[in-house]
């Protein structure tokens, strides 16, 4: 009988034992469940910032190059990554003005080397271009394709077209006031005309200045438009 009384009194305690670890299991479980969810929560939030766009004075400083240029307008072309030693071939074509086949050994490792350890990694460090030095492999990057270089940037061109606008902006302000001096013989053209006349040389300059920047830009074209439009420096 004192037998049965101990089994007894043992039997609760066991239980309350055994509830208790279950309870603080599954508060662990839970507890662990929480951060794991707001672990999850949190990468899902935390968005990959996007690279801010490059400013004015920092694409000039890394295309007053004319063999950064080259790159760059090679990269535009089709976009797709190339090997540095193609790229080196095709650079050294375009700068000593002839075809693939006619760069000799020297010239292509000159182009090579300045490639590999000056320009290509100067590109990569600000996003223009990526350059994969092991691999010897450059691919275009966002910024390759954002990027939209319009070569009047560039110190050496030869022609501003601001100061064309300037000059034309000059002449009609001028012709304005030699008309309302009736200035003999621009009297002989009645006002109408000469605003006429005006308009159309105004207009026509416009197109050749939209036509003349397309094809100024990098990636237009078969070769850099430097080449096409003479050298700038």
Do not use: C
């Not at 760069?103 to 223009?128: C, F, N, S, W």
């Not at 070569?151 to 008309?179: C, D, H, K, N, T």
């Not at 050749?208 to 990636?219: D, F, N």
């Amino acid at each position: 009988m004192a037998q049965k009384q101990r089994n007894d009194s043992i039997e609760p305690q066991s239980t309350t034992g055994t509830n208790g670890a279950n309870t603080a299991s599954d508060a662990d479980a839970v507890g662990a469940t929480e951060t794991a969810s707001k672990t999850d929560a949190s990468e899902e939030t935390t968005a990959v910032p996007e690279p801010e766009p490059l400013s004015k004075g920092e694409v000039f400083e890394v295309l007053r190059n004319q063999r950064r240029r080259y790159v760059l307008h090679f990269l535009k072309q089709d976009g797709r990554p190339v090997e540095l030693g193609d790229l080196a071939q095709q650079l050294a074509a375009w700068e000593y003005e002839t075809t693939l086949e006619g760069v000799t050994p020297a010239q292509r490792k000159r182009v090579y080397t300045t490639l590999q350890q000056t320009h290509l990694p100067k590109m990569d460090e600000v996003g223009i271009l990526h350059f994969d030095s092991d691999r010897g492999v450059i691919r275009a990057t966002d910024r390759t394709r954002d990027i939209s270089v319009y070569l009047e940037i560039v110190p050496g061109r030869e022609f501003a077209w601001r100061e064309l606008y300037l000059s034309l902006g000059a002449i009609s302000s001028a012709l304005v006031a030699a008309l309302w001096l009736e200035i003999y013989p621009l009297t002989m053209l009645s006002n109408l005309t000469w605003m006429g006349l005006i308009s159309v040389v105004v207009t026509l300059t416009a197109v050749v200045h939209i036509y003349h920047e397309r094809h100024m830009r990098l990636g237009h074209g078969d070769q850099p438009p430097e080449l096409s439009y003479g050298p700038s420096d």
